[in-house]
């Protein structure tokens, strides 16, 4: 009990923008909090969790045959793409490069003015695909990039991301996402960023969803798909992904030294002696699963600037006080 107040009286202190902690062990959940007045309906923009959930969709595409493997060219999914001539670096980049966040792209910084203005984020991001650097190396992408990978979930499903999701995912888990939010222009986008319980998930004016920000879930919602990695793919009974996908999915495959942690596919490896690995989004939004441990942390959070690390906050009081519990 001790360890639990002294963990809220840091919350309240130093991750003063934490919306909900909720930790399960063997899928009973042991602890569920809601701070800054949110509720359990309260939902989140979670930020790059959500491109861990393209990769479940990606996943989920494999086993069903849309996607025949992860080694094909990105350029196979858009034939009627034109590359610029003279380009061949892009030619050669495979899903696989994407999902690892080893792809080249053209630009320094991202141009994200210019890539939010246009109707098409997805041939956008293609684009910008390519250029002079190394397939190959981490390169970590937020927001530019991770489109390609939604568009191709639309070209072979032939449904949108968000109906996709539904019904092979999110329908299963009885997780509910309102439907798409499209901005008409950059106001509408800015202010969208400071509303708090924003639903649905952010598509361009194409109709394709986001893959690398723009999904808002509940925090239980979070903690589902957690527990769903956790039980290897199995939810009541039923196998909604491949216990193969999720292995592969969730170790080391690349390596980012800025932040010094390993990368899967578009999930973050955190201990691979453990298998305890995180989809993790700004501001510090986190479904973390421990495979050793039995445990799932799910952490939804406002947005803030350079919030303070959930990993430590996980490793140094969540872990220690649930680890030992039945």
């Known amino acids: 009990m001790m360890l639990k107040t002294k963990m809220e009286k840091i919350i309240n202190s130093s991750y003063s923008n934490i919306g909900a902690i909720l930790v399960l062990k063997n899928g009973k959940t042991l602890y569920e909090n809601y701070f800054n007045e949110c509720t359990v309906t309260s939902t989140f923009h979670v930020f790059s969790v959500t491109k861990s959930i393209i990769s479940i969709l990606l996943g989920i595409a494999i086993d069903k045959g849309y996607v025949k493997s992860i080694n094909q060219k990105v350029l196979d999914f858009f034939p009627d793409y034109a590359v610029k001539r003279g380009e061949k670096t892009i030619q050669k980049v495979t899903l696989k490069d994407m999902l690892t966040m080893t792809a080249p792209y053209k630009y320094k910084s991202e141009p994200y003015t210019e890539y939010f203005a246009s109707d098409n984020w997805v041939n956008s991001a293609l684009d910008l695909l390519g250029g ?9 992408t937020p927001v530019i990039g991770p489109d390609i990978l939604s568009g191709i979930l639309v070209k072979t499903t032939g449904q949108s991301v968000l109906d996709f999701a539904t019904e092979y995912l999110f ?23 400071k509303e708090k319980n924003v639903r649905g998930w952010v598509a361009d004016r194409a109709g394709v969803n986001t893959a690398g920000w723009g999904l808002n879930l509940t925090p239980a919602a979070m903690a589902k798909i957690g527990q769903l990695y956790l039980d290897e793919g199995v939810w009541k009974g039923e196998q909604i992904i491949s216990s193969d996908w999720i292995n592969e999915s969730t170790k080391e495959h690349s390596r980012c030294n800025q932040w010094k942690l390993s ?31 039995k445990i799932v942390v799910a952490i939804a959070s406002f947005f803030m600037p350079h919030a303070k690390d959930r990993l430590k906050l996980i490793k140094e009081y969540i872990e220690p006080m649930f680890e030992n519990c039945v």
Do not use: C, P
């Open 171 to 193: 329908s299963l888990l009885g997780i509910n996402v309102e439907g798409n939010v499209v901005f008409h222009n950059k106001e509408e986008q800015l202010t969208w960023y």
């Open 263 to 293: 990368y899967g596919y578009l999930w973050w490896i955190i201990d691979e002696k453990e298998h305890a690995y995180a989809a993790m989004g700004d501001g510090g939004n986190v479904i973390y699963v421990n495979t050793k441990k």
């Open 132 to 140: 002079n650097g190394k397939i190959g190396e981490f390169r970590y």
